[in-house]
């Protein structure tokens, strides 16, 4: 995910593991293992069971959840809906946290350490006290619904409260630092340098952040991007909280079945559904990394 | 001229990085910036390159005021320390970089990459990635970008760092040939002097921001005009010495080793002054002699090969000096003897405290 | 207190019959309390209503079991709906060992086999029988009033009916909440009731909402502040409790009995089966049917009192409606029809 930067000794460094110690090949098992048994426990085997679950029908096995969810064009809409939150969202929070990440990353200021601390502050707040947060400013006497209104973007009575467009606001502004910080890790790890070797070889200050810093952090802005995408899908507090009943989304839809309407196989219906969604994405964006490995390669 | 520098400054908050900087250089000369770590070498180097903007001064090259143009269009030939390739270009894609952002047509830029891939004998290695290459074959790469936009300036910042000794002087040697060969107007910056002596055709000696002296590998190494750099360049010995007598521009010192008779310019010479003298170590003569008669005794013995580095203490006062000697010269020079060192007045550089 | 009604096996003739005898104000004497139960170390975990309702329930009722018994209660916030999922999927091995439900999940609850009966719990006899289970699984120890909370400034005159939402003057001032807010959904069926339909005919009910369709919907009553507060929102279909608090948070906002009735929450507790301080439970179960402390939570937040020797001061009477005055719905229609009634809901009033 990391951008190459040039490796000097690139050419010696394979032969170094050969002739180590035979230890070494037993090492990262030894490493991962940790990781992958936590990793199975608490993920993969609640996820088939939640998947059995999502087979149940009654005391038999039935494919009829799935079979209610795609004959309903209501549903789609409900997975529509949510696509749309994530893609939304993700492209709000990359428009916005991409030129912060990279000022922070090339600021060289000893402000820049307090301002990325600064950027990622809300992190330390609980989703669910930012979008109490946002209440407050969406009502419809709230200062962001008000200032809406002056704008003349929207005509009174106007709240920004229960809809998807205060949904998409508040959840931007949880995610943002998500994005902010892996960015900022992306840039830091390109070397100032070789955007200066592109301008002085005659690129412009803008396209030499185009062909080069922003070509290299591509892998990294694809993961933030994901990251931002998985969570705005899945997320459940923001919508609930700021949405209301007319933002209905997959994860608020999954919590009305669990919780209100205790039908737990329809629930693990819509999270599967939703989770094949998250695979899918994660899928295409490894192939499209991997992709580029080949044209880099390409003569 | 083809570039000229005038006063070229730059400060950051109360810090000087560099102060006054003047030189002007000749079509196809390449001159190089020398000076210990912190000089202010890089800083001037990217102040012609146009990434960091001067706080005062111009920057002329072919009679157009490049000071406040951006570095794009500035039209010059960047080779960084670290190489800063393109992570993600081939090699042959890295070198047509420029001519790219030139507009220049696809058949011909083609012929160019190839042409300089020859030349730098990167010939097989077009289609790898740069952390497919070694570090000298990346510097090669890094080199041809930069001289395949046929730029008006080269700018080399310590281009040779990253490789071993061995590769240094002869990729030293060959950029030379090309840069010749190219007639290309070059600044490079280093700081090791014996690269800066073999491939510069005039040296910038920096400290502290400041040029101490600029001039030909043998004008700064045999006639050094501070202190600094006497002492920066090749190694010296200096000697305190008094003027005993002053004849016009004639002066008579005595010092540690004897007296000498000098021609000054200057008031800083008159008669009574304290003044330091400077000498090389291959100029001092050394004989052995009686144990009593000698003006000091051999300390160590540094054996080089072709040369040998001679310590002597001298026996008034704890002065060390260093004396050079062909390697094969060594004929009743041990340690512990006692010797004579004579030098000659011609082979003295006088400064003034 | 959002949360669904699920009470399917609630008998109505029972509960009326119980209502009637709340109303009536039964003279039984107060029975004699587990005297010297010692339950020092003990600690008991029951879920909660959250916020200051559960402060006010502990202060009322479970500090003083505390203090005599030498236990130690605690209160798990959680609303009702994901306590019974909380229930289900923590069944066989209960953490929690007591429950509050204030949506009907008690009934559910019994019928999967997650709670069990009540042992010596001396003031479950004065409880009337339709607000208690038959068998001693569940009872109830308060009941909430719902019907109009308005704006006392923006309505002068208090709203006497569920057809008042209709005024066009009101309209763009109205707020309800969505029906997987218990009240929601009574919201809907005492509109179907307005108008000519019922728990059997819910078509006038969703008919009548969709008028409101354009109005501001929302979850959970924590959006009531915000609101009250801005001003603008008028009048919403919401419980006494509720009304009483916001008021009391200095919003002008007060409660108003419709005609059609006003529709009776019991608010219920439980044993989760096999819980591990069954016996601490039973013994706090019964100080939440003690008089003192359904005065106190009645004082606290105007919740109605189920035991029949509950006597109220008398300016706290003519604020809370009687147990007897209160509309019951048919709970096990709502939820035989909930699922359906919830899709229907999003489908045609949410969107
Ligand atoms: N951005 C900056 N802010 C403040 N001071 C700086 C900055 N850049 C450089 N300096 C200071 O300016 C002086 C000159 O720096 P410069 O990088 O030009 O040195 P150099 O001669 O290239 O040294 P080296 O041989 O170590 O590379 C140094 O003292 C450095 O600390
Ligand atoms: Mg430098």
């Known amino acids: 995910m990391t951008a190459a930067r040039p490796v000097l000794d690139a050419p010696g460094t394979d032969g170094a593991a050969a002739s180590s110690p035979r230890l070494i090949p037993y090492v990262p098992v030894l490493l991962f293992a940790p990781c992958f048994i936590i990793y199975a426990v608490l993920f993969i085997w609640p996820q088939l069971s939640l998947l059995a679950t999502s087979f149940v029908d009654g005391n038999q096995w039935s494919v009829a959840h799935y079979q209610r969810f795609l004959g309903d064009g209501y549903y789609w809409e409900l997975l529509g809906r949510t696509l749309f939150l994530g893609v939304i969202t993700t492209v709000i929070t990359l428009v916005l946290g991409l030129p912060v990440a990279y000022l922070l990353a090339r600021m060289q200021s000893r402000w820049a350490g307090f301002l990325l601390v600064i950027t990622t502050f809300p992190l330390l707040v609980s989703a669910v006290v930012r979008s109490f947060g946002w209440m407050v400013l969406f009502f419809r006497d709230g200062l962001v619904s008000k200032l809406v209104v002056a704008l003349g973007l929207a005509s009174p009575p106007f709240q920004l409260m229960y809809t998807m467009s205060g949904v998409v606001i508040a959840l931007a502004q949880v995610l943002l630092p998500l994005m902010v910080l892996t960015l900022y890790g992306v840039f830091r790890s390109i070397d100032r340098d070789l955007e200066l070797a592109a301008m002085s070889l005659g690129a412009r200050p803008s396209l030499a952040l185009w062909l080069v810093t922003l070509r290299l952090a591509r892998g990294g802005i694809l993961a933030g991007s994901l990251l931002v995408f998985s969570l705005a899908i899945s997320t459940f507090a923001t919508p609930s909280l700021v949405g209301g009943a007319r933002a209905h989304v997959m994860s608020t839809a999954i919590y009305e079945q669990t919780i209100e309407l205790l039908n737990w196989p329809f629930a693990a219906a819509l999270s599967s559904i939703l989770l094949v969604f998250v695979l899918v994405l994660a899928l295409v964006y490894g192939r499209v990394l991997e992709g580029r490995g080949q044209t880099e390669a390409r003569p | 001229m083809e570039i000229v520098i005038e006063n070229l400054a730059k400060v950051y908050g109360n810090a000087h990085a560099v102060r006054d900087f003047s030189v002007t250089i000749a079509k196809g000369e390449m001159v190089a910036l020398l000076g210990p770590s912190g000089c202010g070498k890089t800083t001037t180097l990217r102040m012609v390159a146009g990434f960091i903007k001067p706080s005062a001064g111009r920057i002329v090259v072919r009679g157009r005021d490049l000071t406040g143009l951006p570095p794009h269009k500035r039209d010059t030939g960047l080779v960084f320390q670290n190489y800063a390739l393109f992570p993600h270009l081939t090699v042959a894609e890295n070198i047509a970089f420029g001519l790219r952002r030139r507009g220049v047509p696809a058949a011909e830029r083609d012929t160019r990459v190839a042409n300089m891939i020859a030349t730098m004998q990167l010939t097989g290695l077009a289609d790898r990635l740069p952390r497919q290459l070694s570090g000298g074959q990346q510097q090669r790469v890094a080199v041809a970008r930069a001289l395949v936009i046929n730029p008006s300036i080269l700018l080399l910042d310590e281009p040779f760092s990253n490789l071993d000794a061995k590769l240094r002087e002869s990729t030293g040697l060959e950029l030379r040939r090309i840069q010749r060969e190219l007639g290309l107007t070059s600044i490079f910056v280093t700081h090791d002097q014996n690269e800066a002596m073999a491939i510069a055709d005039r040296i910038a000696v920096m400290n502290g921001g400041a040029v101490e002296q600029i001039g030909s590998a043998v004008d700064i190494y045999e006639r050094p005009r501070t202190r600094f750099v006497a002492d920066f360049i090749g190694s010296a010995n200096f000697l305190s010495a008094t003027v005993e007598a002053r004849d016009g521009n004639v002066v008579t010192l005595r010092h540690g080793l004897g007296v000498s008779v000098l021609p000054v310019e200057g008031q800083a010479f008159d008669k009574g002054r304290s003044v330091t003298l400077m000498v090389r170590p291959e100029c001092v003569a050394i004989h052995p002699a009686a144990a009593e008669a000698g003006l000091g005794t051999i300390e160590t013995i540094s054996y080089q090969g072709s040369s040998a580095h001679i310590f002597v203490k001298l026996r008034d006062g704890d002065r060390t000096m260093l004396v050079e000697r062909h390697g094969r010269e060594l004929a009743g020079l041990e340690v512990g003897k006692t010797v004579d060192l004579n030098v000659k007045a011609q082979d003295l550089t006088l400064f003034a405290a | ?351």
Not at chain 3, 67 to 73: H, M, Q, V
Not at chain 3, 80 to 101: C, H, T, V, W
Not at chain 3, 117 to 128: E, T
Not at chain 3, 200 to 212: C, M, S, V, Y
Request: proline share 7%.
């Open chain 3, 1 to 351: 207190m959002s949360s669904p009604w699920n009470i399917d096996q609630l008998d109505r003739r029972a509960f009326m019959a119980a209502l009637a005898a709340v109303g009536a104000g039964s003279l039984l004497p107060a029975s004699a309390e587990a005297q010297g139960a010692d339950f020092k170390g003990r600690q008991l975990l029951s879920s909660g209503f959250g916020g200051s309702t559960m402060d006010i329930i502990q202060k009322a009722a479970f500090d003083p079991f505390d203090a005599a018994t030498g236990a130690k209660s605690t209160q798990v916030p959680m609303q009702s709906a994901a306590a019974l999922a909380r229930m289900k999927a923590e069944a066989g091995n209960p953490q929690i060992d007591m429950y509050q439900f204030s949506g009907g999940q008690e009934a559910q609850a019994k019928s999967e086999g997650l709670t069990e009966p009540m042992k010596s719990v001396p003031n479950l006899a004065n409880v009337p029988g339709g607000l208690k289970d038959p068998d001693g699984h569940w009872v109830t120890w308060a009941v909430i009033a719902e019907g109009i909370v308005y704006n006392k400034d923006k309505i002068p005159t208090p709203p006497t009916s569920y057809k008042d939402f209709f005024k066009p003057e009101y309209k763009g001032h109205i707020a309800f909440p969505a029906i997987t807010n218990g009240f929601g959904m009574d919201f809907l069926v005492m509109l179907a009731r307005t108008f000519g339909g019922g728990e059997d005919n819910i078509e006038p009910g969703f008919a009548a909402l969709a008028k409101l369709k354009n109005e501001t919907i929302f979850k959970a009553a924590s959006d009531l502040p915000g609101l009250f507060g801005q001003g603008d929102i008028w009048i919403i279909p919401y419980d006494t409790g509720n009304a009483f608090k916001t008021a009391q948070s200095g919003l002008p906002v007060a409660f108003a009995t419709p005609q059609e009735g006003s529709p009776a929450v019991p608010i219920t507790s439980c044993i989760a089966k096999g819980a591990k301080n069954a016996d601490v439970a039973n013994g706090a179960i019964n100080y939440l049917l003690k008089p003192e402390a359904q005065i106190a939570i009645a004082q606290g937040m105007r919740w109605s009192a189920s035991n029949v020797n509950t006597k109220l001061p008398a300016e706290l009477a003519s604020e809370i409606p009687a147990v007897s005055q209160l509309a019951q719905l048919d709970r096990a229609k709502i939820n035989a029809n909930r699922a359906a009634w919830t899709e229907r809901w999003n489908r045609e009033i949410a969107r």
